[in-house]
């Protein structure tokens, strides 16, 4: 009965791949994100949704593209890897439109290392 | 975007002591949240304090927010072994759609 569940949980590989991330929520919310967590902790949003529709895109390499299938679904497809993408990328979804006092639920993370 | 800054960044105290964070920020808010992260997981919602709010408790935490010095404190009372995890404040301004998060505290719960 996970809420907020991603795959896969580890994800080791070559600089240069493409990789995805897949994430989905159980909890009927209507907005989802992807945050970066970097060695020092330091949590960074990435990307929203809002019922499959883009409301945030901040400055990332467009190497990352996300996508949302439905609004239960929010998957991260990475090209090309580089060593700096190297982190723990967290999966959120909220209620409602995200600009609201609604707290975001967290997946466990996928800890992404680049060779 | 602004970021909640917790201070002190690592705190290490005894079973049973009370565990105060801080937390500074910089522009106008619509509220300020709290997160606990244990090691190897996601974070987790412990309580929010809208801008018009000054105190909110939920179970041993107790939350004050001081609009006027743009801070937060987060206090744990009678701390357990089990509270050992990082804490992180965000908070999220006006017309703003996106949480902006702090650096976290490393608290240690020694039994």
């Known amino acids: 009965d996970t809420a907020v569940s991603q795959t896969p949980k580890y994800l080791v590989t070559q600089m240069g791949n493409d990789k995805s991330i897949k994430c989905e929520q159980n909890l009927g919310h209507d907005t989802m994100y992807w945050y970066k967590q970097d060695s020092k902790k330091f949590l960074k949003i990435m990307f929203s949704y809002n019922n499959k529709e883009l409301i945030i895109n901040e400055t990332v390499p467009n190497r990352f593209s996300p996508k949302s299938p439905d609004k239960a679904h929010l998957n991260l497809h990475i090209n090309s890897l580089e060593l700096g993408d190297s982190a723990v990328y967290f999966c959120?979804?909220?209620?409602?439109?995200?600009?609201?006092?609604?707290?975001?639920?967290f997946g466990d993370g996928t800890r992404l290392s680049i060779l | 975007s602004q970021q909640g800054e917790e201070d002190p960044q690592a705190l290490s105290i005894q079973e049973g002591e009370n565990a105060t964070m801080n937390c500074s920020y910089k522009t106008s808010i619509n509220n300020l949240q709290w997160y606990r992260q244990n090691s190897g997981r996601g974070l987790v919602h412990l309580i929010l304090?809208?801008?018009?709010?000054r105190e909110k408790h939920s179970g041993r935490l107790r939350v004050t927010l001081d609009t006027s010095k743009k801070s937060s404190s987060l206090l744990i009372t009678a701390s357990r072994a089990a509270d050992t995890a990082s804490y992180f404040c965000?908070?999220?301004?006006?017309?703003?759609?996106?949480?902006?998060f702090g650096k976290g505290n490393q608290v240690v719960v020694i039994p």
């Open positions: 304090i809208r801008s018009n709010e």
């Open positions: 965000a908070t999220r301004d006006y017309g703003n759609n996106r949480l902006a």
């Open positions: 959120a979804s909220s209620q409602g439109s995200g600009g609201n006092n609604q707290p975001q639920h």
